[in-house]
């Protein structure tokens, strides 16, 4: 079993930063993807950004030259530098993780507001 912890949403206005990061524990083996989906109110889940073992990464084009992934591998975390936050960016935030099956976190509430 995996668990993911994610932590750093909360509360920005529009143009601020957040950083998000997600901590998996448990029965890794090895670890192939670390990422992050959101969900907005009304909207379906969209894939924001990913980091695959070798180290190559996609963003969603919303977010390109904005947000930034990351990964601690000794740490088996994964970050996500928010920049230049707009109010579309409101949602909540998913980390998964791809390794002996696939894990989601619970979730963290990001609002881009003044």
């Known amino acids: 079993q995996v668990h993911l912890v994610e932590s750093g949403g909360g509360l920005v206005q529009p143009g601020g930063s957040l950083r998000l990061s997600c901590a998996a524990s448990?029965?890794?083996?090895?670890?192939?993807?670390m990422g992050w989906y959101r969900r907005a109110p009304g909207k379906q889940r969209e894939l924001v950004a990913h980091?695959?073992?070798?180290?190559?990464?996609y963003y969603a084009d919303s977010v390109k030259g904005r947000f930034t992934i990351s990964r601690d591998t000794a740490k088996n975390t994964v970050y996500l530098q928010m920049n230049s936050l707009k109010p579309e960016d409101t949602a909540v935030y998913f980390c998964?993780?791809?390794?002996?099956?696939?894990?989601w976190g619970q979730g963290t509430q990001v609002t881009v507001s003044s």
């Open positions: 998964y993780v791809v390794t002996n099956g696939g894990y």
């Open positions: 980091i695959i073992s070798g180290g190559g990464t």
């Open positions: 448990g029965s890794i083996f090895s670890i192939n993807v």
